[in-house]
């Protein structure tokens, strides 16, 4: 395997931890906000705590969205500029 190939497959896999850590850090931190809340109040409902975690997920694709893309596209450039560089 070229190195090109070996660079292209670790900046796929940082691309994908970098694309997935603001939604996940937001449902992360909703829950452990509304885990707290549920907590000190005694109210143990299921939608209590899965409705305030989609909205934060939502809130963070929203915010995060433009860069996320920005960084796929740039992605998807040189992998196809790699792709369109290899021999059949």
Known sequence: MSAALLHLAREA??????ASAPP???????GLL?????????????????VP????????LVVAGPWMGGRLVRFAESALALAAGLPP
């Open 24 to 30: 996940l850090l937001a449902a992360l931190a909703m």
């Open 13 to 18: 896999l940082l691309l994908s931890l970098l």
């Open 34 to 50: 509304t885990g707290v809340l549920q907590a000190v109040t005694q109210v143990q409902d299921a939608a209590l705590g899965a």
């Open 53 to 60: 975690r989609i909205a934060a997920v939502l809130a963070a």
